[in-house]
């Protein structure tokens, strides 16, 4: 006699497909298991209809789907649906995307993963969608008239400066290039350190202390992590502090590492001290 299903078993071998079983209680292989399938579909089975391979009707294409099961996928993305009455899966659907943006969608296309050609760049935006974007970040669009995306746009930008930039750059978030040089240099500069690089040198910065600096160092980049792209050799201030010409706080480095090591000052600051004292016991004074 065979052994009777248990609604545990059952519940494994629908959950192994993703399938989530609401059926409590199992009674035998007629009964009607109820599910949800992993698209969110809600419907039911018998247990001989499912060893067989059989499985939701409405992803195989099998039966029509109710405007109000559309209207309810589209709301699971914030898309708000137009039309009123579902016909078939090649029917257009009209919608409004999140971002505002009013198109036409077939199911087929929206199971797909498909989604508001505008939003995806697939569409050529309007002057008017274009200028509201400028205007969202404080900018004044000069252009009138829209061609495409390799089109220079005039505008003048929050701080003044009158610039031209592609729709192209303009999403990938490009702004006014005045502005960026501004906030990368002088006191805005992340790497601002109170103006000290116009600072003159002390009074024997010279060649003959460059020479003995390279001299000691045996004419080579003293930076173990050197690229080796470039044999110009430079005299580095460890401090950055271009008054402080002692010998404990110049160090050779090729022309490449002179220039990275204007970037994360301290960890270089402490890595050509860590340097000079294994090399020659030199202990700078903080």
Not at 26 to 37: D, F, S, T
């Amino acid at each position: 006699m065979a052994k009777k299903l248990t609604i545990e078993f059952i519940r494994e071998c629908f959950e192994n497909y993703s399938y989530d079983l609401s059926t409590k209680v199992y009674i035998n292989v007629n009964q009607k298991l109820e599910y949800i399938c992993p698209n969110g579909h809600r419907h039911s089975i018998t247990w001989r209809h499912w060893k067989r391979g059989q499985r939701c009707p409405y992803c195989a294409g099998l039966v029509k789907l109710t405007i109000e099961f559309v209207r309810e996928s589209f709301e699971k993305y914030d898309y708000i649906l137009l039309t009123k009455v579902y016909t078939h899966a090649k029917s257009k659907l009209e919608y409004i995307c999140p971002n505002g943006h009013r198109h036409f969608i077939s199911w087929d296309s929206w199971k797909q993963g498909i989604r508001c050609p505008t939003c995806d760049g697939q569409t050529k935006p309007t002057i008017k969608f274009i200028r509201d974007s400028f205007k969202n970040d404080n900018y004044n669009l000069l252009t009138k008239k829209y061609e495409n995306n390799r089109q220079k746009l005039e505008y003048i930008c929050p701080e003044g400066h009158k610039h031209s930039i592609t729709w192209s750059n303009w999403k990938k978030g490009n702004r006014c290039p005045t502005c960026s040089i501004i906030n990368q240099t002088g006191c805005n500069s992340p790497n601002w350190k109170g103006g000290i690089s116009k600072e003159p040198y002390c009074q024997d910065w010279g060649k003959d202390l460059k020479e003995f600096v390279k001299e000691r160092d045996g004419y080579k980049c003293m930076n173990p992590d050197c690229w080796g792209k470039d044999k110009t050799l430079s005299v580095h201030h460890i401090n950055y502090n271009k008054k402080s010409c002692g010998a404990e706080n110049l160090i050779t480095v090729c022309r490449s590492c002179n220039a990275r090591a204007n970037f994360d000052r301290e960890w270089y600051e402490y890595w050509y001290k860590a340097i000079l004292y294994r090399r020659y016991n030199y202990k700078i004074k903080e």
